[in-house]
């Protein structure tokens, strides 16, 4: 069922997707708990990180498609929000928890970061305050130089997305991502939740454009999540 607020979002305010699942981080469920394959080196954890006002749900079909190319089940895990639409800053200390439990929990030395939307912007300030934690990150349709559309937003994450926030200064003062990390960024020609849609690629680091998808469906998209998948796996970029 549609609520009243998603409903008064969907046309521009439906910026960003924000996992909602009632743990710090949950695994997605159905593949065998190992971390490695007959093809292929061992797998590394991947967090799930979505934006702004959605659910865990909304990452499923990602987290889906992950199992069904090879990645055990307890290495792909969605966090969760305690408050969707809330602040970028309070999101990169909960990412933060939910990367010590995956590190803690699997053995792994780092991980893998997928994010959507507004969830970039918190993933890259956990980057620049846990640079060694986080092998490879792929940013979804995230407003790294901000979006005019976040005007019709609500929640402390409303004012940090604004072109020229305090928060987007900040975040601009350092390098993209740190030395060591691999980034790679995935922007749609259809963008109507990132306005300028150019404000969805980063300095430096490499990307893709892809027509037409929408800002949703970059994360369920059958070619995007190819390009995810090689890229996580190999480090490969178009």
């Known amino acids: 069922m549609t609520t009243p607020g998603r409903a008064w979002a969907a046309p521009l305010v439906a910026l960003l997707v924000v996992a909602g699942a009632p743990s710090a981080g949950a695994p997605f469920a159905g593949a065998p708990s190992v971390g490695s394959t007959q093809e292929g080196p061992t797998f590394v954890p991947v967090l799930l990180v979505p934006g702004w006002f959605d659910t865990a749900e909304d990452m499923a079909v990602l987290g889906g498609r992950l199992r069904a190319a090879g990645w055990p089940a307890d290495l792909v895990v969605a966090v969760s929000f305690a408050h969707p639409t809330g602040s970028n800053r309070d999101h990169a200390r909960e990412i933060a928890e939910a990367v010590d439990s995956l590190l803690s929990r ?4 780092r991980v893998d970061i997928v994010a959507h939307s507004m969830g970039g912007l918190a993933t890259r300030l956990y980057l620049q305050e846990h640079p060694t934690r ?20 609500f929640g402390e994450g409303r004012a940090e997305m604004l072109p020229g926030s305090d928060f987007l200064r900040d975040l ?7 030395p ?19 404000s969805a690629t980063l300095p430096g680091v490499p990307g893709w454009t892809v027509c037409c998808d929408t800002h949703w469906s970059l994360k369920r998209d059958p070619a995007v999540f190819e390009v995810v998948r090689s890229f996580l796996r190999h480090g490969v970029t178009p």
Do not use: I
């Open 172 to 178: 601009s003062a350092g390098p993209s991502v740190p």
């Open 134 to 153: 986080v092998r490879r990150a792929v940013f979804l349709g995230t407003p790294h130089r901000g979006t005019w559309a976040a005007f019709f937003a």
């Open 180 to 198: 060591g990390v691999e980034a790679f960024t995935v922007r749609t020609l259809l963008e109507t939740h990132v306005v300028p849609g150019e």
């Open 106 to 109: 699997t053995g792994s030395e």
